[in-house]
């Protein structure tokens, strides 16, 4: 099967993106960077794509210019251990962006992330029907997703 990259369009800033991501996430790098050469729509010796991957996944930035933006139609989703994992990632993303409900956030640059705990998942899918909407109404009303906060809610404790 072919690789499939995610290409992020950005204006100008697709390296300084590519490079606050890598400085977020474990066991990533800037791979490549290529420029505008002469008769582009930039000029000449401007960024025009930086290929990054995040953890082992391939992302390529492209500094496309002003026409287009992000919106939450697409969001990356992070898959979180526990609490520690919810909460570096919330500070690290969400500082210069802003911060949505039920575990989104867009970062400074304005792509929209997901930050997930696993007991998110466990509790939503739970067989107990009435826990799991519990949970689900927890989750409904907080931004930052809290695990304890969920699982007492689960459990009608909250």
Not at 10 to 24: C, L, N, R
Not at 29 to 42: V, W
Not at 115 to 140: F, T, W
Request: overall charge negative.
């Amino acid at each position: 099967m072919p690789t499939i990259t995610p290409c992020l369009w950005f204006d100008t800033e697709g390296q300084e993106a590519a490079e606050f991501y890598v400085s977020v996430f474990p066991n990533s790098e800037i791979k490549n960077i290529s420029y505008y050469g002469e008769g582009a729509p930039r000029p000449a010796g401007t960024v025009l794509t930086v290929e990054f991957g995040l953890d082992g996944k391939p992302f390529m930035a492209l500094n496309g210019g002003p026409e287009f933006t992000f919106s939450e139609a697409i969001s990356f989703t992070i898959d979180c251990a526990d609490q520690e994992e919810v909460d570096h990632y919330w500070a690290k993303l969400s500082e210069g962006g802003s911060e949505g409900p039920c575990g989104w956030l867009k970062d400074k640059y304005g792509v929209s992330w997901q930050v997930v705990p696993a007991a998110l998942v466990e509790l939503l899918s739970d067989p107990d029907a009435e826990r799991a909407q519990r949970a689900m109404q927890a989750m409904l009303g907080m931004k930052k997703l809290d695990v304890a906060a969920l699982r007492a809610a689960a459990d009608g404790k909250a």
